[in-house]
């Protein structure tokens, strides 16, 4: 297994449903980060939990760290069909070194 | 936020030419600079890792030699692949972090096809 493992590798979804994606990793780490990319595009940070921190919310995104079982999720409230994209779960170790998981593909239907 | 671009956005190009790709941040000073890898349906992979003024620090199995490097100012890295081969097609990113922050801002990517 990699640092950073999610789950599932693909999610299929009806708008106004939530989305609840999974990361888990092996080492220690400084925080964890998760990113959006669409396709064949860069990266959009979304949102940045510390190694001390539980549980972060940012608009409709609620995203858990449980440094215990080195699991996190993120969870789309309400999905929308531009959320559709590849969602990455990224643990920073040292020296902002990322490293990222194998993705999950969202795709929300209208 | 932070914007990071890079050119060019994609380039085709013969087997054995080198290419240059560059990143920069354009809103901010980046004093590390990352180099990732992004097979079709694949995660990002960490290439090596740019501090203006000093050597890359490549990550284990990546050639230094084949993806040379350079972070000569605080808004500019290049990423120079020398005599691409097919296998080296790929997407390319680049991300910039400015002093000791903790978010990385990434670059909108460059599609490489080498014929």
């Known amino acids: 297994s990699q640092q950073g493992e999610e789950d599932p590798q693909a999610l299929s979804i009806q708008e106004g449903e939530n989305a609840t994606m999974n990361c888990s990793y092996k080492?220690?780490?400084?925080?964890l980060q998760w990113y959006r990319q669409n396709s064949g595009r860069g990266l959009v940070h979304l949102i940045l939990?510390?190694?001390?921190?539980r549980e972060k919310h940012s608009g409709r995104l609620r995203v858990t760290l449980d440094t215990s079982k080195k699991s996190s999720s993120l969870l789309i409230t309400a999905s929308r069909a531009a959320d559709t994209a590849s969602y990455f779960c990224?643990?920073?170790?040292?020296?902002?070194?990322?490293?990222f998981g194998e993705g999950t593909q969202l795709t929300v239907n209208p | 936020g932070a914007v990071v671009s890079q050119h060019p956005s994609w380039v085709i190009c013969k087997s054995g030419t080198s290419v240059k790709i560059e990143c920069r941040s354009l809103?901010?000073?980046?004093?590390?600079m990352f180099w990732y890898r992004q097979f079709p349906k694949q995660s990002l992979m960490l290439m090596a890792t740019?501090?203006?003024?000093?050597?890359?620090?490549?990550e284990q199995g990546v050639e230094k030699d084949k993806f040379l490097i350079n972070h000569a100012s605080l808004t500019l890295s290049t990423l120079t692949v020398t005599s691409a081969h097919p296998e080296d097609s790929s997407f390319y990113i680049c991300?910039?972090?400015?002093?000791?922050?903790?978010?990385?801002?990434f670059g909108p990517g460059t599609r490489l096809l080498v014929l």
């Open positions: 990224a643990t920073e170790t040292s020296g902002s070194r990322l490293t």
């Open positions: 080492t220690s780490i400084n925080n």
């Open positions: 939990i510390r190694s001390n921190e």
């Open positions: 809103d901010f000073q980046a004093t590390t």
């Open positions: 740019s501090n203006e003024g000093s050597k890359a620090t490549y």
């Open positions: 991300s910039g972090v400015a002093g000791a922050g903790e978010t990385q801002y």
